[in-house]
């Protein structure tokens, strides 16, 4: 069955750097265009990023272009999602998410979802 | 402020059926297809409707979805207690090159 693990949340200060991770299994990774999506505390969701199958398309947010960078290996079936510069506003639980389409669809819906990862940004 | 418009809140009593809004523009629900998803407190996100009313395989018939021009629709028939949660519509973004999400719509089964 699928299934998306993310990990490398936490605290971090404001300006920081942190690498979240998403370990995929259960499905062919490298067919699938991958997502993240990210959610503050009693907020709503928030898109945060895209990348296809073959990570030649990436595209982002506007709260997090030029911040954040997704990236994946699909020898390791493992999505990315480098944060710099974090803020407090960054604060969220952030889920990764498989795209429903496969190959050159890459532009939602998400069938599957991971559990998230907490990143709360505070000094 | 959501590039998607859905009302906060919608209630009914149980087997009734409740309708959630989802406004939008030319570049997102006008030309692209819609997509719905139900949270559960303290869990992921759950596909719901997509394609503007398909439902993935799980999904009861009591959810149903339909578009019209640059608005899309969820509606709740039979409404149980366990659909008591927040549901959320999502659509791609040709302007913005991204997915844009409805603020989202707290159901409550009166």
């Known amino acids: 069955q699928v299934q998306l693990v993310e990990s490398g949340g936490g605290v971090v200060q404001p300006g920081r750097s942190l690498r979240l991770s998403c370990a995929a299994s259960g499905f062919t990774f490298s067919s699938f265009g991958m997502h993240w999506v990210r959610q503050a505390p009693g907020k709503g969701l928030e898109w945060v990023a895209v990348?296809?199958?073959?990570?030649?398309?990436?595209y982002y947010g506007d709260s997090v272009k030029g911040q954040f960078t997704i990236s994946r290996d699909n020898s390791l079936n493992t999505l990315y999602l480098q944060m710099n510069s974090l803020t407090p506003e960054d604060t969220a639980v952030y889920y990764c998410?498989?795209?429903?389409?496969?190959?050159?669809?890459?532009?939602?819906?998400?069938?599957?979802w991971g559990q998230g990862t907490l990143v709360t940004v505070s000094s | 402020q959501s590039v998607l418009t859905q009302p906060p809140s919608a209630s009914g009593t149980p087997g009734q059926t409740v309708t959630i809004s989802c406004s939008g523009s030319s570049s997102n629900i006008g030309s692209n297809t819609v997509n719905w998803y139900q949270q559960l407190p303290g869990t992921a996100p759950k596909l719901l409707i997509y394609s503007n009313n398909q439902r993935p395989s799980g999904v009861p018939d009591r959810f149903s979805g339909s578009k019209s021009d640059t608005s899309a629709s969820l509606a709740i028939s039979g409404l149980q207690s366990e659909d008591e949660t927040d549901y959320y519509c999502?659509?791609?973004?040709?302007?913005?090159?991204?997915?844009?999400f409805g603020g989202g719509t707290k159901v409550t089964v009166l």
């Open positions: 990348m296809s199958h073959d990570g030649t398309i990436q």
């Open positions: 999502a659509a791609w973004d040709d302007s913005l090159n991204g997915v844009v």
């Open positions: 998410a498989k795209n429903k389409g496969s190959g050159s669809s890459w532009w939602g819906p998400f069938d599957y």
